[in-house]
């Protein structure tokens, strides 16, 4: 890696020269190659594995409008799902060379949510998402990071599995979504607890998986739904996790939903399963697919969410509390049963492999990138 420094209007700005692995948003491609970018604080990491989801394979196929370049730049390097080591830090950041750590995606922009460490509620869409709008992410050999956007990730045994800190902290905040619109209604069982209540999860792709699996952790009597069947992997993990995989185009069941969470964004299948869901139940909308087939939302849809007194909320990203709890349930998981955790993730490529973010088999779940 080498480093050389600039001087700009009134400080010093330092630029390194990194192996990275980059596309043009919004037009799209892929590159694994050596890029001059800039440093953004005091803290050197080094990714261990960087995670690829959707959003990446979107950006590479060049299917994200709204994605975007750092300003002065003709490319942004890829990634927002990683689990990194610190390699240096001064002693004042609060982190020392070896931590483990998990950088945050989203970054303020100047509204009042924003202020105030909520960028995942940002209000008037100024925020920027690392290897997705505006800013590069952490798909390369080094960066440097601001400490306030670091999650310090205390448990050892996370060094690989902590990848998966950033797609469950969205979990996380969903959950307290869920828990503060129940209020609303009388939501909990007459102990006070989610058992015996049912959770049917539409997806089974890695979020699809970690909402079951929190679902599971609340206590509710848990489905995963998908159009046709899934691999045996996915199956062990409906069992380690007392889960139930239900193909829907097989099986028609009449029992009724108390926590709907979608990861598909299709309208048509959301819909089918809103008719049935139940009294003061609550539905979340997570998954996004703009060019999914449309559909009808009829009056008797708005009388079944009336009748009933549903509450359908749509939830994003999340924020660094959402982070350090996502971390302490993998932890918990991890520590009940390493390798089905570890089974989430189905493949580990090097950065060169670039077809990665093209090629998909049937039984990926989590593909991640191994750094170092
Ligand atoms: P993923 O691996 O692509 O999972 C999507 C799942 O939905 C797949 O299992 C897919 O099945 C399934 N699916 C698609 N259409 C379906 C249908 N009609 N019925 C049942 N299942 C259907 O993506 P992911 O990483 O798990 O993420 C899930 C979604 O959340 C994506 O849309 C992603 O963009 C979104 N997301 C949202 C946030 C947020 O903050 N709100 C954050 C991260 C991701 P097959 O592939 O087997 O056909
Ligand atoms: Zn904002």
């Known amino acids: 890696m080498e480093r050389k420094c600039y001087f700009t209007y009134r400080n010093v700005k330092s630029m390194t020269k990194v192996q990275a692995i980059t596309t043009e948003a919004p037009k799209g491609g892929v590159k694994f190659q050596t890029v001059d970018v800039e440093d953004n604080g005091p803290v050197e990491l080094s990714p261990m594995y960087t995670g690829i989801c959707g ?4 950006m590479v196929t060049g299917r994200l409008d709204f994605a975007y370049n750092p300003q002065g730049q003709d490319f942004i390097v890829l990634g ?3 689990i990194c080591r610190v390699k240096s830090a001064d002693s004042q950041t609060g982190f020392k060379a070896g931590d483990l750590v998990v950088p945050m995606v989203r970054r303020p922009g100047k509204c009042i949510n924003c202020q105030a460490g909520r960028q ?4 008037d869409g100024d925020k920027k998402e690392a290897g997705i709008t505006g800013k590069n992410g952490f798909m390369r050999e080094s960066f440097t990071d601001d400490p306030e956007f670091l999650v310090k990730i205390d448990d050892p045994s996370l060094s690989r599995t902590g990848v998966l800190t950033e797609p469950l902290k969205n979990v996380v905040k969903v959950f307290e979504v869920v828990e503060t619109v129940s209020k609303r209604s009388i939501y909990a069982s007459t102990d006070s607890t989610y058992h015996g209540k049912k959770a049917y999860v539409i997806g089974t792709g890695a979020e699809g998986f970690l909402f079951a699996m929190m679902a599971s952790e609340y206590g509710f009597d848990t489905r995963i739904l998908n159009r046709h069947p899934v691999e045996e992997n996915r199956m062990a993990i409906c069992d380690a ?3 139930e995989f239900v193909d829907y185009s097989k099986e028609d069941r009449k029992e009724k939903i108390d926590l709907l969470i979608d990861t598909s964004g299709d309208p048509a299948t959301f819909l089918k399963f809103m008719r049935i869901m139940n009294f003061n139940s609550v539905g979340i909308m997570f998954g996004t697919n703009g060019k999914a087939p449309s559909t009808e939302f009829t009056g ?4 079944i969410m009336v009748e009933r007194n549903i509450t359908l909320a749509g939830s994003v990203d999340a924020a660094k ?7 302490s349930y993998l932890s918990r998981w991890n520590a009940r049963n390493s390798r089905v955790l570890s089974s989430m993730i189905t493949s580990e490529k090097e950065p060169s492999e670039t077809s990665v973010f093209t090629d998909r088999n049937p039984e990926s779940i989590k593909t991640v990138i191994k750094w170092k």
Do not use: V
């Not at 959003?55 to 979107?58: E, L, P, V």
């Open 241 to 243: 996790f007392n889960m």
């Open 80 to 82: 927002h799902e990683s």
């Open 55 to 58: 959003t990446d394979r979107g």
């Open 300 to 303: 008797k849809d708005i009388d």
């Open 120 to 123: 995942d509620n940002c209000s």
């Open 321 to 327: 509390t959402h982070y350090e709890k996502a971390a």
